[in-house]
């Protein structure tokens, strides 16, 4: 039995190779390899291992355990219909920081005979860093207290290179280390890692637009605890922002009237003829787009009233559920 783990590192197109690996399992791309693409979780040792909050319980298995949890991996990878000698993949990042928790696991299987190979792409720290920041010190503000500069957290975040010794040091040349290019395709590196083939790789996106990023630091800077993405998609911003430009764009363009007139020679023909309504003159010039800066300050008239309605509003429902509350009791 053959058996890839992707392991990591963050921020090294994991989402976008894991997207072409899903892809290339629903076609039937890898089957034709003999190959299998496990998805992230661990859900074929145990159902409570099956999601996002069952991989943090398998990661937190005590060392002691991890040996029979690669027991009923294997066991449930031999049970799969399908002969010759299949290659089995599983990608998921957070495993990359556990390399003593998963040392057991992983020298078990290979104590059970499978070829095992743990890849991980490392991307040059500078170039990795602002984007690290983004994700673990702001979308998820990981720390307690204040939003902290990068100069603050670099340090913090750097320290997620240090297991790549420490798997180096379990598993030797079954580690394989890839340089991450963010310029490259990642599904294409994976490949030639692995010698399958593999569809090109979407590119994910890297980081929050700026924006979005500012309101993410600006909403979370409140809170004295940890604040994940959902709290403030939950309360601000439940879905990608359109965009008002390309929105005004869309609404405010007359371009391609003149052809649909030109199109409709028939209907302005019958209106002139029988009812002596004659339209089909060169007719008045289309209406200029509005200002974007006038357009956008008028906008922003409108958000400022919205927002001063809103709060006063909500003041009010506050009162009210004050004034409807039972009253507390005195200890």
């Given at each position: ?53 069952g991989?943090?319980r ?11 949890h ?10 799969r ?78 320290s ?11 598993f ?27 569809p090109?790789?979407p590119?994910?996106?890297e ?36 965009s ?21 020679a ?7 003829e ?6 089909r ?21 409108h ?15 506050e ?6 509350a ?6």
């Amino acid at each position: 039995m053959r058996l890839v783990f992707h392991i990591g590192m963050g921020k090294t197109g994991t989402t976008a190779l894991q997207k072409a690996l899903a892809s290339a399992e629903a076609s039937g791309m890898l089957a034709r390899q003999g190959a299998h693409y496990l998805g992230m979780w661990f859900g074929m040792i145990d159902p409570a291992f099956g999601d996002f909050a069952g991989t943090q319980r398998f990661l937190m298995t005590p060392p002691q355990e991890m040996p029979r949890h690669a027991e009923a991996f294997a066991a449930a990878l031999g049970s799969r219909p399908g002969g010759g000698d299949p290659l089995f993949i599983l990608s998921n990042e957070a495993m990359f920081q556990h390399a003593d928790r998963l040392g057991p696991f992983f020298s078990a299987l290979q104590a059970g005979g499978a070829d095992l190979r743990l890849i991980a792409w490392v991307r040059d720290p500078a170039d990795w860093l602002p984007s690290a920041y983004a994700q673990w010190a702001i979308r998820h503000k990981t720390y307690p207290g204040p939003i902290q500069p990068l100069a603050a957290r670099a340090e913090a975040l750097l320290s997620q290179y240090r297991p790549i010794g420490k798997w180096a040091d379990l598993f030797g040349e079954a580690l394989v280390l890839r340089r991450y290019d963010p310029d490259a395709d990642i599904a294409a590196d994976f490949a030639a890692a692995t010698g399958i083939d593999l569809p090109a790789a979407p590119r994910a996106l890297e980081r929050p637009e700026p924006a979005e990023l500012l309101l993410r630091a600006l909403f979370n800077d409140r809170f004295a605890d940890p604040a994940l993405p959902d709290r403030f998609n939950s309360a601000v911003l439940s879905h990608p922002a359109p965009s008002v430009d390309e929105m005004a764009a869309r609404i405010f363009c007359s371009e391609g009237a003149a052809e649909v007139l030109a199109r409709s020679a028939d209907l302005l023909d019958d209106l002139a003829e029988r009812h002596g309504l004659d339209f089909r003159g060169a007719g008045a010039a289309s209406p200029p787009p509005p200002d974007p800066e006038a357009l956008r300050a008028r906008l922003f008239d409108h958000l400022v009233e919205i927002v001063l309605s809103q709060a006063i509003r909500i003041r009010r429902l506050e009162t009210r559920i004050a004034e409807l509350a039972p009253p507390k009791r005195k200890p």
